[in-house]
């Protein structure tokens, strides 16, 4: 099993900033991609950024420029950097862990893993 714990999620003024961390904990051997998502009121989820083990990212079009994935391998934690922010950046963050392989018996279980959120508020 593994456990995302997400972090740094906060009210903060139109064009400010707030970074969020995730670190990943429990049995498993490797994580391919890490990554962002978030969940408006009232909308569907929706890719923010992700980041591969070997440093590969891939943006929404609405922030990039703007937002800043970063990966921690040996402490098995992704950051989400966000300047600029908007209004419309409003939601609940969500951390994932894609493609996590564990061992089970003689092979390997490849997971998927959510977080369980942390919201951003933008005031204008």
């Known amino acids: 099993q593994v456990q995302l714990v997400e972090s740094g999620g906060g009210l903060v003024q139109d064009g400010g900033s707030l970074r969020l961390a995730c670190a990943a904990s429990?049995?498993?051997?490797?994580?391919?991609?890490m990554g962002w998502y978030r969940q408006a009121p009232g909308k569907q989820r929706e890719l923010v950024a992700t980041?591969?083990?070997?440093?590969?990212?891939n943006y929404a079009a609405s922030v990039k420029g703007r937002f800043t994935i970063s990966r921690d391998n040996a402490k098995n934690t992704v950051y989400l950097e966000m300047n600029s922010l908007k209004p419309e950046n409003t939601a609940l963050y969500y951390c994932?862990?894609?493609?996590?392989?564990?061992?089970?018996?003689?092979?390997?279980?490849?997971?998927?893993?959510w977080g369980q959120g942390t919201q951003v508020t933008v005031s204008s």
């Open positions: 994932n862990a894609g493609r996590v392989a564990s061992a089970r018996g003689m092979g390997v279980f490849w997971g998927d893993y």
């Open positions: 429990g049995s498993f051997l490797s994580i391919v991609v």
């Open positions: 980041i591969t083990s070997d440093g590969r990212t």
